[in-house]
């Protein structure tokens, strides 16, 4: 159901077209069986009620079965789960334009249309519903299909968007006094599946050694380069489901660590924060209890035990480590939970020196001399994300860097200094602090040499882009040209 042509921005009061136009979109969209199904569900119908019917099928039942029983329950869920994902998504569309036009110009269709008298949003539905939500979300412990697990979270996601779930809830009890708590995070934790759902989503963060590492394979390097690469990250080729999954879940967290909801909300719950006091309260230790935060660190850890090799964050998967070192940024500059960030780091994971000495010092090898290095490698898509997480990374430590000067930590500071100002030719880590005689300016930075890092692999993306694009015209000329013997031949 294609509603493209009947949104409209913010500064339209009505969709652009003719009248004919219009009134033949109108007809299109409102016989399609798809709206029907939008309309039932939105005035609270039974349907509604059949759907999350489906979805009280257990987790683990779903997980369990086998054969063409457990087929059908995957796909009866699946689908479900699309169906409300769907709804979710174009129901300001339909509210908004759709519905006050058919019911301003009835005649404009040509027959008559029988609109129930009461319709709302979906979320506004699910609220009185607090057991079906809980029901929803537990699906992120799905394992198979992970299409099952990839749904719910992009549902989760525009749910803590919602004005309703994003509200504040009643006073609830907790311990021996009174909370104010967001809706959506006192319905999750309130449940009896609350441990459940954190324990599904940071397995889904878990990063196993037999996945398939390449975010960007050489076919896939040859597609971008024929259609252009314009846009960025944003133009994204489509990933494999667990890398999916994961992207997905950090997205969730950052865009719910916005300074427009108040704190706390899911991002603090699943990060570890307090409830109570997450501007002071220190992080659990992953000893006492799991969280997000703790997995997401473990994913970085990983480039710190694996410098210099392909399965590296930073390598094997650059749009996941973008992510997280942006995550770690946003934690660290955000007034709530700045200071238990930047505390915790420094105590438990001497965080930022550790990323800085092990993050790999060039981002592809260098395109003039290394004749024989895959071609995805320089793809537009690795090659930024790799600049953009090298940005997060510092820009975090730049962070760390001001505040230790503020609070008059000289050591701490001094290490990262004497690093980033240290040799480049000497090798990274601890043994490489202290330069080798001479000033400073007698050596060549790191620091520089990094920036030279940035402008090389910039500069070889695109000579790789260039070539690529010569090979997929080539490509299709000469398919043509057969194509064309062919038709001669056939004469």
Not at 165 to 176: I, P
Not at 252 to 271: R, V
Not at 316 to 345: K, M, N, W
Request: hydrophobic letters at 40%.
């Amino acid at each position: 159901m294609d509603l493209s042509g009947l949104a409209c921005s913010g500064s339209q009061q009505r969709p652009s077209g003719t009248g004919t136009a219009l009134a033949s979109s109108l007809r299109a969209l409102v016989t399609h069986p798809g709206f029907e199904i939008a309309i039932r569900v939105l005035c609270g119908s039974k349907l509604l009620d059949a759907l999350l019917g489906i979805l009280n099928v257990d987790v683990d039942e779903v997980n369990a079965a086998v054969g063409e029983v457990g087929e059908c329950m995957s796909r009866s869920v699946l689908s479900t789960l699309r169906i409300l994902l769907r709804i979710l998504k174009i129901q300001g569309v339909l509210l908004r334009t759709v519905i006050p036009l058919v019911m301003e110009s009835p005649d404009v269709l040509g027959f008559p249309l029988n609109l129930p008298r009461s319709l709302t949003t979906l979320e506004q539905l699910l609220l009185s519903r607090r057991e079906s939500v809980v029901q929803i979300v537990t699906y992120v412990s799905c394992v198979s299909p992970p299409d099952i697990c990839l749904a719910t979270i992009k549902i989760l996601h525009i749910l803590s968007d919602s004005a309703v779930f994003n509200g504040v809830d009643d006073r609830m009890a907790r311990g021996s006094g009174m909370l104010t708590l967001n809706r959506l995070v006192g319905i999750i934790d309130s449940s009896t599946e609350s441990v459940r759902i954190c324990h599904g989503l940071i397995n889904c963060l878990r990063v196993e050694d037999d996945d398939a590492v390449a975010e960007s394979t050489e076919t896939a390097l040859i597609s971008e380069a024929a259609r252009g690469f314009t846009s960025g990250l944003e133009d994204q080729q489509s990933t494999a489901p667990a890398q999916s999954i994961r992207l997905a879940i950090i997205d969730l967290l950052l865009a719910n660590l916005s300074p427009e909801k108040p704190a706390p909300t899911i991002a603090h719950y699943l990060l570890g924060f307090s409830l109570t006091k997450p501007a002071s309260d220190d992080l659990p230790d992953p000893s006492q209890r799991a969280t997000c935060l703790h997995m997401i660190l473990g994913l970085l850890q990983r480039d710190r035990e694996s410098v210099g090799e392909a399965s590296s964050l930073m390598s094997s998967r650059p749009r996941l480590a973008e992510r997280c070192y942006h995550l770690i940024f946003h934690l660290c500059s955000d007034p709530v939970t700045g200071d238990v960030t930047t505390r915790y780091l420094r105590r438990h994971e001497d965080f930022f020196y550790s990323q800085i000495t092990s993050t790999p010092s060039l981002i592809v090898p260098d395109w003039t001399t290394s004749g024989d290095a895959p071609l995805s490698l320089y793809s537009p898509i690795r090659v930024y994300a790799q600049m953009h997480a090298r940005s997060w990374l510092w820009r975090s430590t730049a962070l760390e860097l001001h505040t230790l000067v503020l609070q008059d930590s000289r050591s701490r500071a001094k290490l990262i200094g004497e690093w980033l100002v240290g040799d480049a030719e000497q090798a990274d880590g601890r043994d490489g602090l202290v330069l080798s005689g001479g000033s400073v300016l007698d050596s060549r930075m790191r620091l520089l040499s990094l920036f030279d890092s940035l402008r090389q692999a910039y500069r070889d993306s695109s000579s790789a882009l260039r070539e690529q694009r010569i090979l997929a015209e080539r490509e299709y000329l000469g398919r043509d040209d057969s194509m064309m013997d062919m038709d001669d031949n056939d004469d």
